[in-house]
């Protein structure tokens, strides 16, 4: 557990990786998913177009910050990329 | 273009490795891996989500000396914790992979035949507008049988109308864990089964989507 209130380590599962990032609680969600991104060298698409869900599948809203989505150290969340679906006839 | 085998392999191998490092997670959602040999890993999904059921209430016909026109059929909603949505089985096929997506199967989980379509779960997908589409569909122009139409799967990536959404273009960011995190949202995870008793006496099934955001 880090020393500095203020840090949070959080868990990005990406395409089945545990990539582990700190961040600030008062930092918006999509500061760490741009570093989960780079750290786990997933930067052939912009980091908007990844959904960040929670274990429960959650859509979590990227702007907002891990102390108001009360996220606790180390945890999991999803990173997965926005789905094109159906459109099928 | 065939992948060497050999490449093949070891990419499944990574992709089976991958999953089985997330398998708490994977339990968490009701999937449990039952079977892993190249080319297929096969997985079976339990929804838990307690199935409601909903029976007309006597509606208001009236207030006094007023009438209500057409006064509107209400429903009681009654959750049942005993029942759920059925378990089905799902065959990832990664034959070639990543050289081509990962196809998706549906199956009995008892005896692995292919499930009809009227058997499957209703598979839906909600995107960031809040616009709700239907993911399982019947009848693939390729393959004639039910297919899970999202990118990232070969059924659509190979479906004459998603043509111009290459499988290259997102081969990097998917693969078996993101394959099974798809089926488990569309069709675990954000449908709950109602069962609707209408007026007339007859049941009926509303699939209820979860609004997850």
Same mark, same amino acid.
């Given at each position: 557990m880090?020393?500095n209130?203020?840090?949070?380590?959080?868990v990005f599962i990406?395409?089945?990786e545990?990539?582990s990032v700190k961040?600030n609680?008062?930092?918006p969600?999509e500061?760490a998913?741009a570093?989960?991104?780079?750290e786990?060298g997933n930067?052939?698409?912009?980091p908007e177009?990844?959904e960040?869900r929670?274990?429960?599948?959650?859509?979590?809203?990227?702007h907002?910050t891990p102390?108001a989505?009360?996220l606790?150290e180390?945890t999991?969340?999803?990173?997965?990329l926005?789905v094109?679906?159906g459109?099928?006839r | #273009?065939r992948?060497?085998?050999?490449?093949? /392999?070891?990419?499944f191998?990574?992709?089976?490795?991958r999953?089985?490092?997330q398998?708490?997670v =994977?339990? !968490?959602w009701?999937?449990?891996v039952?079977?892993?040999?190249y080319?297929?890993?096969?997985?079976v999904?339990?929804p838990r989500k307690p #199935?409601?059921l =909903? =029976?007309p209430?006597k !509606?208001?016909?009236g207030q006094?000396?007023?009438?209500?026109?057409n006064?509107?059929?209400q429903?009681?909603?009654?959750?049942q914790?005993?029942?759920a949505? /059925?378990?089905?089985?799902?065959?990832i096929?990664?034959?070639d992979f990543?050289q /081509?997506?990962p196809g998706? !199967?549906?199956h009995d989980?008892?005896t692995?035949?292919?499930l009809?379509y009227?058997s499957?779960?209703l598979?839906?997908h909600?995107?960031?507008h809040g616009?709700?589409l239907r993911v399982?569909?019947?009848?693939?122009?390729?393959?004639?049988?039910?297919?899970?139409?999202?990118r990232?799967?070969?059924?659509?990536?190979?479906h004459?109308?998603? !043509?111009?959404d290459e499988?290259?273009?997102?081969?990097?960011q998917?693969?078996?864990f993101?394959t099974l995190?798809?089926?488990?949202r569309?069709?675990v995870?954000g449908?709950r089964?109602n069962? #609707?008793?209408?007026p007339?006496?007859?049941?009926?099934i509303?699939?209820?989507m979860?609004?997850?955001?």
């Amino acid at each position: 557990m880090s020393n500095n209130p203020n840090s949070l380590s959080l868990v990005f599962i990406i395409n089945g990786e545990d990539v582990s990032v700190k961040t600030n609680v008062h930092a918006p969600l999509e500061a760490a998913r741009a570093k989960a991104l780079a750290e786990s060298g997933n930067t052939g698409r912009p980091p908007e177009e990844w959904e960040i869900r929670s274990e429960s599948g959650a859509l979590l809203d990227p702007h907002a910050t891990p102390e108001a989505l009360h996220l606790k150290e180390n945890t999991r969340l999803f990173l997965t990329l926005k789905v094109g679906a159906g459109g099928c006839r | #273009m065939r992948l060497d085998p050999a490449v093949a /392999r070891r990419k499944f191998e990574r992709e089976v490795e991958r999953v089985e490092t997330q398998v708490a997670v =994977l339990r !968490s959602w009701g999937c449990f891996v039952v079977r892993a040999a190249y080319p297929h890993v096969d997985a079976v999904f339990m929804p838990r989500k307690p #199935m409601r059921l =909903l =029976l007309p209430v006597k !509606s208001q016909q009236g207030q006094g000396l007023i009438v209500l026109p057409n006064p509107q059929v209400q429903f009681a909603l009654f959750e049942q914790p005993a029942l759920a949505g /059925r378990a089905f089985g799902v065959r990832i096929n990664l034959s070639d992979f990543d050289q /081509r997506a990962p196809g998706v !199967s549906f199956h009995d989980p008892f005896t692995w035949e292919l499930l009809p379509y009227a058997s499957l779960p209703l598979g839906q997908h909600t995107d960031e507008h809040g616009k709700t589409l239907r993911v399982v569909l019947d009848g693939h122009p390729t393959t004639k049988r039910p297919f899970l139409c999202l990118r990232g799967t070969l059924e659509y990536h190979e479906h004459p109308q998603h !043509s111009g959404d290459e499988w290259a273009l997102w081969r990097d960011q998917c693969g078996l864990f993101t394959t099974l995190f798809a089926v488990w949202r569309t069709c675990v995870e954000g449908a709950r089964p109602n069962l #609707m008793l209408q007026p007339n006496g007859r049941p009926f099934i509303v699939w209820e989507m979860e609004q997850v955001a």
